[in-house]
Every structure is written in structure tokens, then in C-alpha cells.
């Protein structure tokens, strides 16, 4: 178990709609991120929160958007849904309180599917 | 910005030891290098990380050379249980930097036995 919880483990859902996916980190770690991994690829960086701002960006659509939260959780929101969506949506928290120490622990995963 | 390179598979043996190379041509100064072990429909689990020379914890050694534009994850005398895919990953945070994370496309291990 890594510390990291994600909500809800399972979403299925129809093309054109709205989703939020949850996340919360670690006690105590400032720094959330959130991948996305389609079926049998990498892992797609889409967006870093720290301490409640935005600090880097990736692959992330217009469609999609996040926050983090004062209590420091964060959520995914991903609208006007594709079928090319479907995926598993991580999130991962880490320390960041030493220097150059990249050690991210990362949730369950919640698995997205767009019908 | 750095990219990573790393081969789609692999397969080895029960008791082998297994090298995967990740290599990143373009790696900043400040860039560390972190390899990261994913089994299937669970997120990635730190293995190790480097930033020079040779690196080794309980599970794993990291070799890096001295330009760093590559580096070796090795794990010793594998075990069935290694069957998983291996990322690597290059980037550093520092509270005032802006940076991007850059994940190789990762390396899927098959053990036999």
C-alpha cells in the first residue's frame, strides 16, 4: 500500500460526458501528479501540482483539467469524453523535500471507460 | 529537453542476471535518473535512483558512465516474480525549477523458467 488513495477503482461512462477522478496523496506530501496509461503503453505525464499550484504541465488536453485542493487532495476533471479516453488514470504524491530525490508513490489507479 | 530511450522487451531466466539500458542523449545537468518497476493494472514502484556512477540498494544496481547519456538498471539473479515492465525516467524537481518529466515508453521483462 502506498499512501495514495484514488476514487472511484472503476468508471465507465459515455462519450460527450464529464468525469472527476479523486486522489490523495501521501500524508504530508506537497506534490501530486497525474499519468495517463492507455492500454499496453507508457505512462503519459499530464499535469504536477505542488502545494495547491500548478508547477509543470505535459501531455495534457484542453479537455482536461485539475486541481489540488487546500487539504492537498486533487481531482482530474475530464470533459466532452472520447472513446480514445479509456484509460487508467494514476495519481502519484511524493516528498519533495529532498533535493533531486524523484521517488513518486502512486495510487491504485482508477480505470476510465468510455462507451 | 531529454528523451529517453529504452528496449520494448526483454526475456531472461530464473537465476540470470538481467541489464536493461535506458538511454538519454540529451539529459540536463541537474537531471536525475529514477527507474521505476510496473506489474500490470497497478501504478509504478520505485526501484532506484542515480545521478553518477554506480548506485545499489537491496533490489537493484544503477550503472550510470560518465557523460550520463546512458545508464544500466541491473537486477540480480531474477526470479519469475521480475516479469514486469521497467520504466526509466529523467527529470529533477527543485522547489524553483520548471522541469518536465521525461518517461521512457518502458521495458517489458519476461522471466522463464
Known amino acids: 500500500d502506498s499512501g495514495v488513495t484514488q476514487t472511484p477503482k472503476h468508471l465507465i461512462t459515455a462519450t460527450g460526458q464529464r468525469v472527476t477522478l479523486r486522489c490523495s496523496p501521501r500524508?504530508?506530501?506537497?506534490?501530486v501528479y497525474w499519468y495517463q496509461q492507455s492500454l499496453d503503453q507508457g505512462l503519459q505525464f499530464l499535469i504536477q501540482?505542488?502545494?495547491?499550484?500548478?508547477?509543470a504541465k505535459g501531455n495534457i488536453l484542453e479537455r482536461f483539467s485539475a486541481q489540488q485542493f487546500p487539504d492537498l487532495h486533487s481531482e482530474l476533471n475530464l470533459s466532452s469524453l472520447e472513446l480514445g479516453d479509456s484509460a487508467l488514470y494514476f495519481c502519484?504524491?511524493?516528498?519533495?523535500?529532498?533535493?533531486?530525490?524523484?521517488?513518486?508513490?502512486f495510487g491504485p489507479g482508477t480505470r476510465l471507460t468510455v462507451l | 529537453l531529454a528523451k529517453t530511450t529504452q528496449p520494448i522487451s526483454m526475456d531472461s531466466y530464473e537465476g540470470q542476471e538481467v541489464n536493461i539500458t535506458c538511454s538519454h542523449n540529451?539529459?540536463?545537468?541537474?537531471?536525475?535518473i529514477t527507474w521505476y518497476q510496473q506489474f500490470p493494472s497497478q501504478g509504478p514502484r520505485f526501484i532506484i535512483q542515480?545521478?553518477?556512477?554506480?548506485v545499489t540498494n537491496e533490489v537493484a544496481s544503477l550503472f550510470i558512465p560518465a557523460d550520463r547519456k546512458s545508464s544500466t538498471l541491473s537486477l540480480p539473479r531474477v526470479s519469475l516474480s521480475d516479469t514486469a515492465v521497467y520504466y526509466c525516467?529523467?527529470?529533477?524537481?527543485?522547489?524553483?525549477?520548471?522541469?518536465?518529466?521525461?518517461w521512457g515508453a518502458g521495458t517489458k521483462l519476461i522471466i522463464k523458467p
Open positions: 500524508s504530508g506530501d506537497l506534490s
Open positions: 540529451n539529459i540536463a545537468t541537474n537531471d536525475y
Open positions: 501540482y505542488y502545494n495547491g499550484e500548478e508547477r
Open positions: 525516467l529523467v527529470g529533477d524537481w527543485y522547489e524553483d525549477s520548471n522541469y518536465q518529466l521525461i
Open positions: 502519484a504524491s511524493q516528498d519533495n523535500s529532498r533535493e533531486g530525490y524523484n521517488e513518486q508513490f
Open positions: 542515480g545521478y553518477k556512477t554506480k
